[in-house]
């Protein structure tokens, strides 16, 4: 994770009542620790099926002072395929 500073990460460990007063190592460490764990959730496979909602929208101008949207949607899922 860059440009995360020691004071914020001190600051959000304060708010969990964990420890105050961490160190730059200490902060290097946390943030490491958090990048395994982010790239782990990244490249999980994916199993099983999930729902899912498409939404696209745009103007029209049909008409001189009145533009007029339009809005596409398209929503789907395991086995119901829209």
Known sequence: ??????RKVDALVA???IQSGISRPQVSRI????????QRFLNRPLEG?????YLDATYL???QHSPTGLLQ???GGPGRER
């Open 15 to 17: 708010a969990l009542g």
């Open 31 to 38: 943030c490491v620790d958090i990048d395994v764990q982010v």
């Open 1 to 6: 994770m860059g440009g995360i500073s020691t």
């Open 61 to 63: 101008h049909v008409h």
């Open 73 to 75: 949607g398209c929503a």
């Open 49 to 53: 099926g999930y729902a899912y909602v």
